[in-house]
């Protein structure tokens, strides 16, 4: 009996190949280019002009198509979510204006399908491991933008898990509260790092086996508060929950080290980068 290999699920096309699995969404991107009356923009090297400032409309001025913004965040929200880690900040950082949509947020949204019309062949790849040798390994990036919102001045969390090299799940999303330092922030993101590498261990036990992690993040001070978490005036006023990484380091469930900015790949869902960085 001939088992013919899954091709497509739910608008995901999967691309088996010798060294593994490609995971793209070619067609679904050109049928929302379509459907927008975008399927002939001149494609560009990033997804969103840093140098282009947004910020929420003063509900005074009247909103613009709406529903219509609403309907192209949500089709680019299901990109994020299976196929497309590194717009998750661009399309979190968009949907803030969806309730009050501007001219100028159309504008900037557009500027993401003109970015996918050149990238639309762009995959999550998934390796295949020949070796039984090759050890397992969950590696966690994590990273934060201080207080880049202009209208809350909070800040955004970022975090990337790989499984040997290959991405397994992410996250874009503005924090709850403001932040007062970098340090802090950093530390707060790291909180949500270390719970997502919880889940993961708890998962891989359940299935009988184990899987080192280990945390990356590029700040210091963050790095030094959580193996020390020693509390002085620099640190008491911090929520108690965020000391949840401390805990679970102390307990060595995974390990935590330092990345360079520039290879710290969680950077990315944080902020906008230029064209070389992105």
Same mark, same amino acid.
């Given at each position: =009996?001939?088992? /013919?290999?899954?091709?497509?699920?739910?608008?995901? /096309? =999967?691309?088996?190949?010798?060294?593994? $699995? %490609?995971?793209r969404?070619?067609?679904?991107?050109?049928?929302?280019?379509?459907?927008?009356?975008?399927?002939?923009?001149?494609?560009?090297?990033?997804?969103?002009? +840093?140098?282009?400032?947004?910020?929420?409309?003063? %509900?005074?001025?009247?909103?613009? /198509?709406?529903?219509?913004?609403?309907?192209?965040?949500?089709?680019?929200?299901?990109? #994020?979510?299976?196929?497309? +880690?590194?717009?998750?900040?661009?399309?979190?950082?968009?949907s803030?204006?969806?309730?009050?949509? $501007?001219?100028?947020?159309?504008?900037?949204?557009?500027?993401?399908?003109?970015?996918?019309?050149?990238?639309?062949?762009?995959?999550? #790849?998934?390796?295949?491991?020949?070796s =039984?040798?090759?050890?397992?390994?969950?590696?966690?990036?994590?990273?934060?933008?201080?207080?880049?919102?202009?209208?809350?001045?909070?800040?955004?969390?970022?975090? #990337?898990?790989?499984?040997?090299?290959?991405?397994?799940?992410?996250?874009?999303?503005?924090?709850?509260?403001?932040?007062?330092?970098?340090?802090?922030? /950093?530390?707060?993101?790291?909180?949500?790092?270390?719970?997502?590498?919880?889940?993961?261990?708890?998962?891989?036990?359940?299935?009988?086996?184990?899987?080192?992690?280990?945390?990356?993040?590029?700040?210091?001070?963050?790095?030094?508060?959580?193996?020390?978490?020693?509390?002085?005036?620099?640190?008491?006023?911090?929520?108690?929950?965020?000391?949840?990484?401390?805990?679970?380091?102390?307990?060595?469930?995974?390990?935590l080290?330092?990345?360079?900015?520039?290879?710290? $790949?969680?950077?990315? =869902?944080?902020?906008?980068?230029?064209s #070389?960085?992105?």
């Open positions: =009996m001939i088992k /013919e290999r899954l091709s497509c699920l739910l608008g995901i /096309e =999967m691309l088996h190949t010798v060294t593994g $699995l %490609e995971l969404q070619t067609q679904y991107i050109t049928n929302i280019l379509t459907r927008f009356s975008m399927e002939n923009s001149r494609p560009v090297s990033t997804p969103i002009d +840093p140098k282009a400032p947004l910020v929420q409309a003063d %509900e005074s001025e009247p909103a613009y /198509e709406k529903q219509l913004y609403q309907q192209i965040i949500g089709s680019l929200m299901y990109l #994020v979510t299976c196929t497309r +880690p590194h717009l998750g900040f661009f399309v979190s950082f968009l803030r204006f969806s309730s009050h949509s $501007l001219l100028c947020h159309h504008t900037a949204v557009k500027r993401v399908f003109h970015y996918l019309a050149g990238t639309r062949t762009t995959s999550l #790849v998934y390796t295949r491991h020949l =039984m040798d090759i050890p397992l390994l969950i590696t966690g990036y994590s990273d934060a933008d201080y207080a880049s919102c202009r209208n809350t001045h909070r800040s955004v969390s970022g975090y #990337v898990f790989l499984l040997n090299g290959c991405t397994i799940s992410w996250l874009s999303k503005k924090q709850n509260s403001v932040s007062i330092s970098t340090t802090e922030t /950093e530390y707060m993101v790291l909180a949500t790092t270390a719970h997502q590498a919880l889940w993961y261990i708890n998962r891989v036990s359940q299935l009988g086996f184990t899987i080192p992690v280990e945390l990356k993040a590029d700040n210091t001070s963050s790095i030094n508060i959580t193996k020390n978490p020693i509390n002085n005036h620099k640190t008491k006023h911090i929520d108690i929950s965020h000391y949840f990484t401390s805990e679970h380091l102390i307990c060595k469930l995974f390990i080290s330092y990345i360079p900015t520039d290879e710290n $790949l969680a950077d990315i =869902m944080t902020k906008g980068l230029p #070389v960085l992105h």
